[in-house]
């Protein structure tokens, strides 16, 4: 994990070093996913626990504490993520257990009550270098209910001398009592123009489409390009192009194996831009298609626009687990089909 920080985000960690004069004991970034907040709180948990920081905030990369971050064994510093995030086995029986698991069951996309409860013992020995205890929690919408309601027994009465670090793509995903326990920051979403220069940089071919059909969002334009994933993307946009039964069915064939949360994401800004070019002329997500756009944003009613959103939106909320995938793509094309029949 790079504790490097973003061009995009230099203004907010300038803001952010006002509150280390009176640190909040937890601290809750938010803001839109693939722009770098993890990468964010990593940098700031190395600066809180850094023994010789620099002027500007940061850690100064030198000390025995930077030492024990960068090679991932600071004792005064946990990480809690989900275990679909962990590319680095355990230790010993316990890395051997998770080796084991990892080939018959699926690596869990939520943060469980286990892992806020293994915190206790971190929390309740004093540290190791008279400073402070940083725990860094992503996505924090991850978090299932018990492990919410554990964690926040933990914000209620927070140990001395321990910084919790959250942060989330969306606040509205998460528990009211967590959002009022935890001081909140926002983190940019950087424009156009940053981001796309960001991408060069990294030698994207065709970055302005990549950028514009992830919303913006530069990590996530150049995760989408190294995925793989163009082929399902192009397949399911030909079908929402020229949307009939017969092409539902064809299209969801072929996308079975596909991500299921990107399939309902990449219809949902879809329909935002059919919807966008009906009431403004303008295209964000897909300027390649604006012309199929245009054709289906003249031709569909606004109600039926409407009802395929909301379809959409409910979807998102089923999409990681679908009791068949086959039959989850056919669901969803085959509405859109009718949306657009009349």
């Known amino acids: 994990m790079s504790t490097a920080i973003y061009p995009w985000q230099d203004e907010a960690w300038r803001q952010l070093q006002q509150l280390r004069v009176r640190m909040p004991h937890a601290l809750l970034f938010y803001g839109a996913q693939g722009t770098g907040k993890a990468?964010?709180?990593?940098?700031?948990?190395?600066?809180?626990?850094?023994?010789?920081?620099?002027?500007?905030?940061?850690?100064?990369?030198?000390?025995?504490?930077?030492?024990?971050?960068?090679?991932?064994?600071?004792?005064?510093?946990?990480?809690?993520?989900?275990?679909?995030?962990?590319?680095?086995?355990?230790?010993?029986?316990?890395?051997?257990?998770?080796?084991?698991?990892?080939?018959?069951?699926?690596?869990?996309?939520?943060?469980?009550?286990?892992?806020?409860?293994?915190?206790?013992?971190?929390?309740?020995?004093?540290?190791?270098?008279?400073?402070?205890?940083?725990?860094?929690?992503?996505?924090?919408?991850?978090?299932?209910?018990?492990?919410?309601?554990?964690?926040?027994?933990?914000?209620?009465?927070?140990?001395?001398?321990?910084?919790?670090?959250?942060?989330?793509?969306?606040?509205?995903?998460?528990?009211?009592?967590?959002?009022?326990?935890?001081?909140?920051?926002?983190?940019?979403?950087?424009?156009?123009?940053?981001?796309?220069?960001?991408?060069?940089?990294?030698?994207?071919?065709?970055?302005?489409?990549?950028?514009?059909?992830?919303g913006g969002a530069p990590l996530a334009a150049l995760d989408a390009s190294q995925s793989g994933s163009r082929e399902d993307m192009d397949i399911l946009l030909q079908m929402l192009a020229h949307p009939s039964v017969d092409a539902a069915l064809k299209a969801a064939e072929k996308l079975a194996k596909a991500s299921m949360p990107a399939l309902v994401s990449w219809q949902q800004r879809w329909l935002y831009d059919v919807f966008a070019y009906k009431l403004s002329g303008t295209v964000r997500y897909y300027p390649r298609y604006q012309r199929e756009l245009a054709a289906l944003a003249a031709k569909v009613h606004t109600a039926n626009l409407m009802k395929a959103l909301k379809s959409a939106t409910d979807r998102r909320a089923i999409a990681d687990h679908p009791l068949s995938a086959r039959l989850f793509v056919e669901d969803m094309l085959l509405d859109y089909a009718a949306c657009c029949a009349h």
């Open 39 to 214: 990468g964010f709180i990593e940098a700031f948990a190395k600066a809180l626990l850094c023994e010789n920081v620099r002027a500007d905030g940061h850690a100064c990369g030198e000390c025995l504490s930077c030492n024990w971050f960068e090679q991932g064994s600071h004792p005064d510093y946990r990480r809690v993520r989900p275990e679909a995030l962990e590319d680095e086995p355990g230790e010993g029986e316990e890395g051997e257990e998770t080796k084991k698991s990892s080939k018959t069951a699926k690596p869990s996309k939520d943060i469980k009550i286990e892992q806020i409860r293994a915190l206790a013992d971190f929390m309740n020995i004093s540290t190791h270098r008279a400073g402070l205890r940083v725990v860094v929690l992503y996505p924090a919408e991850a978090l299932n209910v018990p492990a919410s309601n554990a964690l926040l027994k933990t914000l209620e009465e927070p140990p001395p001398g321990t910084v919790f670090l959250l942060s989330s793509n969306g606040l509205d995903k998460l528990l009211p009592t967590i959002l009022s326990r935890c001081r909140k920051f926002a983190l940019p979403m950087p424009d156009h123009a940053a981001a796309l220069a960001w991408l060069k940089e990294q030698g994207l071919p065709d970055a302005d489409s990549w950028l514009r059909e992830q």
